[in-house]
């Protein structure tokens, strides 16, 4: 579908993804649905696929998103006001982190307890050095050589890297729920799904 309206609908949800996003190098946005229900305040749903992503101090190398029928209130963007939701709605997909992008988010700030707590759980405290991924897991190695081969592993919808008896538990925001999870050389790939909220979806 096309048309005015449609429009300013699509650039306000890529104006908001751009701001909530400090890296977004490129982005296919499709949204569905016909005129007269969107003008009711009413998208069948949406469509992202996205690559080179950083967001809330991840590196995410792609992303693949459709999101159930959304409801919306068009007239404050039709006033040139953001794009509001009137409630929230659930999205699903995938998202693939690559083995770079996983060791410069330990590395920073948003992911420095994370790191500490693999530190001192498999290496001995010793600080860590490299994160790699690998079909049958994950290898960490520390800054003085010391190395411990993990598993990566997901219970009930938490990710859990595991080593005999000792095991560390990858924090991750309430609102996701990962399904499945897909391991090989140098990436891993999530799928699942996570429930988008009007607070979240006016762009600033």
Do not use: Y
């Amino acid at each position: 579908m096309s048309g005015p309206a449609l429009g300013l609908v699509s650039q306000a949800i890529r104006l908001w993804l751009r701001s909530v996003c400090s890296r977004l190098d490129q982005l296919d946005l499709q949204l569905e649905g016909s005129m007269l229900r969107l003008m009711a305040g009413h998208l069948q749903g949406a469509r992202v696929q996205a690559r080179g992503i950083s967001f809330q101090g991840l590196a995410i190398d792609a992303v693949a998103l459709r999101s159930e029928p959304i409801s919306i209130d068009i007239t404050p963007l039709l006033q040139g006001r953001p794009l509001q939701l009137r409630q929230r709605f659930q999205v699903e997909g995938w998202v693939r982190f690559n083995e770079a992008g996983i060791n410069r988010c330990l590395q920073s700030p948003a992911l420095q307890e994370l790191g500490c707590e693999l530190s001192q759980t498999f290496l001995g405290s010793e600080p860590l050095a490299h994160f790699a991924l690998q079909s049958s897991g994950v290898e960490l190695t520390g800054q003085q050589g010391k190395s411990c081969r993990c598993q990566l592993l997901l219970k009930r919808g938490v990710l859990l890297l595991r080593h005999e008896q000792q095991q560390v538990m990858v924090p991750m925001d309430p609102a996701i729920a990962i399904e499945q999870l897909t391991l090989g050389i140098g990436e891993l790939q999530l799928s699942g799904r996570s429930l988008v909220s009007p607070a979240e979806a006016a762009p600033a």
